[in-house]
């Protein structure tokens, strides 16, 4: 879970020998309580002692179980990690901000801190499904979206292999917006969160991960607005050449007269400034094309876990848009989604395109394919 809720009434300080965890056990574990006892020294002389909570944000005490505050320290034991667990402020949703008021801390050596973490952190769990490419002709090769756009197909597809169910569109969880809506890609817009979107997102997420279904999410990625803005000055250069290659010709014929060459070649010029100018008329003002504008991708969610080094909780996604033969990078185990207070942003695993979760796809028995 992100937060917890404490119900204990009171703390319970104390010193613990060979204590069982799992598998495995600790030489000794100390809980200290509330910032009063901060980092006190290991000692085996201490007895069980309830402790009144010392909360300052009101008389709920909520924590965050993936915080993963150290501090170390040596004592007559050997070296000793203290990890300290912080008052979360949880106000307004969907804050979530940690506090410097200490609630309790456990005391662990150092040399048993892999136990400890292996036992108290979550590592990353999947769901079981299989891969695929938007790019399988096998599949999609009857698709009218083969085989540029197929990616919300592919990744229904993972889907509904594994549980049966669409993700339709029309009934998404929208996470994220452009500010101005039916701009042109070429307006470089970032979006920006839509209130409680992120909250519902999340919380349908992990939901259908812990009822073992993946789930299909739409991504933003900057590189696809980059790549039309790139197209769109091809265009636009293209038809200014166009443009002087017409002024070109009506100077000759000012000066040669009308013949019939040089009439069929104003001709066959005009005709490719015309196409030019549609070109870059249709690159210019081409716009969002999903109904949640920013969305530019589908992946599919296949997992959560914690990642110690950022102190964060991520999803792990299949990513549909590579090759048949790149399965490892379609599945690449550093495709990460990481869970921001107000975003999920995250990039793959194998050359580090970066991408901004935009929708959650709700599941449904209903919907639409284009497979056979």
């Known amino acids: 879970e992100r937060i917890l809720t404490v119900t204990q009434d009171k703390c319970p300080s104390g010193h613990y020998k060979n204590v069982k965890l799992g598998e495995n056990r600790l030489s000794l574990l100390q809980i200290n309580c509330t910032s009063d006892f901060e980092n006190a020294k290991i000692d085996e002389t201490i007895t069980s002692t309830w402790r009144e909570w010392k909360p300052?944000?009101?008389s709920k005490i909520?924590?965050?179980?993936?915080e993963k505050a150290q501090v170390f320290a040596e004592s007559t034991y050997g070296n000793v990690v203290y990890y300290q667990f912080h008052e979360l402020k949880t106000e307004p949703v969907p804050v979530?901000?940690?506090?410097?008021?200490?609630?309790?801390?456990?005391?662990?050596?150092?040399?048993?801190?892999?136990?400890?973490?292996?036992?108290?952190?979550?590592?990353?769990?999947?769901?079981?499904?299989?891969?695929?490419s938007q790019f399988d002709k096998t599949l999609f090769g009857d698709c009218s979206c083969y085989s540029s756009s197929c990616c919300f197909y592919a990744s229904q597809y993972i889907v509904k292999s594994s549980t049966g169910l669409y993700s339709p569109n029309g009934n998404q969880i929208a996470i994220m917006e452009f500010p101005v809506k039916n701009?042109?890609?070429?307006?470089?817009?970032?979006?920006?969160?839509?209130?409680?979107?992120?909250?519902?997102?999340?919380?349908?997420?992990?939901?259908?991960?812990?009822?073992?279904?993946?789930?299909?999410?739409?991504?933003?990625?900057?590189?696809?607005?980059?790549?039309?803005?790139?197209?769109?000055?091809?265009?636009?250069k293209e038809l200014l050449k166009s443009q002087e290659n017409v002024d070109s010709i009506n100077k000759q014929i000012e000066i040669y007269g009308k013949t019939e060459d040089l009439l069929s070649k104003k001709n066959e010029l005009e005709k490719t400034l015309k196409e030019a100018q549609e070109k870059y008329n249709k690159l210019s003002q081409e716009g969002p094309f999903n109904s949640v504008e920013p969305t530019f991708h589908y992946l599919v969610v296949v997992g959560k876990g914690y990642d110690a080094e950022q102190k964060r909780e991520y999803y792990r996604f299949f990513d549909v848009g590579v090759g048949t033969e790149n399965q490892t990078n379609g599945t690449h185990d550093r495709n990460r989604l990481y869970i921001y207070n107000d975003k999920l942003v995250g990039s793959r695993g194998f050359d580090g395109m970066k991408y901004t979760v935009t929708e959650v796809r709700r599941h449904s028995k209903t919907g639409k394919d284009c497979t056979k």
Request: overall charge negative; hydrophobic content about 35%; cysteine-free.
């Open 62 to 66: 909520v924590i965050k179980p993936i």
């Open 56 to 58: 300052k944000l009101g």
């Open 183 to 236: 701009e042109p890609l070429i307006s470089m817009q970032t979006p920006v969160p839509i209130p409680d979107g992120l909250t519902q997102g999340v919380k349908y997420i992990n939901s259908s991960l812990a009822a073992g279904k993946p789930v299909v999410v739409g991504v933003y990625y900057r590189e696809r607005q980059e790549k039309q803005l790139n197209k769109t000055d091809k265009a636009r």
């Open 96 to 132: 979530e901000e940690l506090t410097d008021n200490l609630m309790f801390e456990f005391a662990v050596l150092e040399k048993e801190k892999h136990i400890f973490e292996e036992y108290l952190y979550p590592n990353e769990h999947n769901v079981n499904v299989t891969w695929v």
